[in-house]
């Protein structure tokens, strides 16, 4: 194993970048991704076209290359100071037909996904004994969102390849000030905590760990959940809409004595920020903004209800939670409430657990915009991507993204408690299948 540390090209100029306020509702955590490779170039070129690509993309993307520090006010903040990306080349006794992608926790985790120890990201390339190679990258999600990364990794390829930047990030905090003053709403309270609120963890109570699966959904099982879900006079539902409604049932079954079920749905704000009020900043779209643009909204229920309810009917309760967030509005709203708790740290509500008799959680992410396909440094497109998520609490966190299959299945990343994955597989047995070398062709 051999470690590096990669800076931009370019002489980067020693700043700090603030974070803006819905940044600030991230707290401390790392999120893994990983591509897996079949064929490449000899690995040595391989290596060195990654090193060399990387060195470039991390101009544009400088704030990739600095670290998070904390300001007068005990907040995190970016040093944009070019100390670099931590580089690791590995080697792995394996072939990738043999890498079990169904259990990540034991083949992906601090293997071929690296853990991050200082700065923003760390990126690792693993030769397998095949030919093939795995690209595993981790990121300080307190400095972007999904949306973000996806940007960076789509340029690092282009980089590769010797094409132009399709999207340059733009780190324009200022679309994302507060109104001045900041707007009093206490609709958010029911969305946001101030850590502070919380009690005090009750650490005498045993805990469970999350553990991570990967599945794949084919898309007439899709389709299917979709048609369920828009019954008996419903508007058609979103096919992440009727996935969710899908799985809020399927956790409503857990038989341990809890009488609700909270679930939350990431919503990203970028296609909600009307244009008319970014008129000011000339050109600017907020497709290229850099950080974090989501909202959690979420919603609880009665889990017998839930049990008992059609698809049609929780998707309809799905959407009453997750529409009020598809707004410019919310998103200021967010903004203004996260402004007058300054500086205090927040949490969203799904995520805060006041006390022991609160039920299950669960929060989904649509991850359809991963742009597994793009992903191509030279040698060909991914035979597999996904995100990865190695953290710890109790409140689980699910991501469908698209399959390199191209034909409408999905690929499903879960991070659940062992007693929610006995769910999936039992009462989702024949939607949720077990991700398998023979169905990526491997």
Aim: charged fraction near 20%; hydrophobic fraction near 40%; include cysteine.
């Amino acid at each position: 194993m051999k470690r590096d540390v990669i800076a931009a090209a370019m002489p980067v100029h020693d700043h700090w970048l603030p974070m803006s306020n819905l940044d600030l509702l991230l707290p401390p955590l790392d999120v893994g991704v990983f591509f897996c490779y079949k064929n490449c170039l000899p690995l040595d070129e391989s290596v060195n076209i990654l090193k060399k690509s990387l060195v470039e993309a991390l101009g544009p993307f400088y704030p990739l290359a600095g670290e998070i520090v904390q300001n007068n006010l005990l907040e995190p903040e970016l040093h944009c100071n070019n100390r670099g990306v931590d580089f690791i080349h590995a080697h792995a006794d394996v072939e990738l037909n043999n890498i079990d992608l169904y259990h990540p926790d034991e083949f992906v985790e601090k293997k071929l996904v690296p853990l991050k120890k200082q700065g923003v990201l760390t990126v690792q390339v693993t030769e397998l004994t095949c030919g093939g190679l795995v690209i595993g990258c981790t990121f300080d999600h307190r400095v972007a969102d999904a949306y973000s990364i996806n940007m960076f990794l789509t340029a690092w390829a282009e980089i590769a390849q010797s094409k132009p930047i399709s999207s340059f990030p733009s780190f324009r905090r200022s679309v994302l000030n507060p109104s001045r003053p900041p707007v009093v709403n206490t609709f958010y309270n029911k969305q946001f905590f101030p850590l502070s609120s919380l009690p005090p963890p009750q650490s005498s109570l045993p805990t469970n760990p999350l553990i991570s699966r990967i599945y794949y959904i084919e898309a007439k099982d899709i389709s299917y959940l979709q048609t369920q879900s828009s019954l008996n006079g419903n508007p058609k539902r979103s096919k992440l809409m009727s996935f969710t409604a899908f799985l809020w049932k399927i956790i409503a079954e857990c038989e341990d004595g809890f009488k609700s079920c909270k679930m939350g749905v990431v919503v990203d704000g970028r296609g909600r920020f009307d244009k008319l009020s970014l008129s000011n900043t000339m050109s600017f779209s907020m497709q290229n903004y850099f950080g974090n643009v989501i909202s959690i909204p979420s919603g609880e229920a009665n889990s017998s209800e839930l049990k008992e309810m059609s698809l049609d009917l929780v998707a309809k309760k799905v959407n009453e939670f997750v529409s009020p967030a598809l707004s410019e509005e919310h998103f200021r709203g967010v903004i203004d409430w996260v402004e007058l708790h300054r500086p205090e740290p927040v949490v969203a509500k799904i995520y805060a657990k006041m006390d022991e008799n609160d039920g299950e959680a669960i929060v989904v992410s649509s991850g359809q915009r991963f742009p597994v396909n793009s992903i191509d440094f030279g040698w060909g497109k991914p035979h597999f991507g996904s995100y990865h998520f190695p953290w710890g609490g109790q409140v689980g966190f699910v991501m469908p993204m698209p399959s390199t299959r191209n034909n409408g299945d999905w690929i499903v990343c879960m991070h659940l408690l062992q007693k929610h994955l006995d769910l999936v597989e039992t009462k989702g047995l024949n939607v949720f299948k077990p991700l398998t070398s023979s169905y990526l062709n491997v």
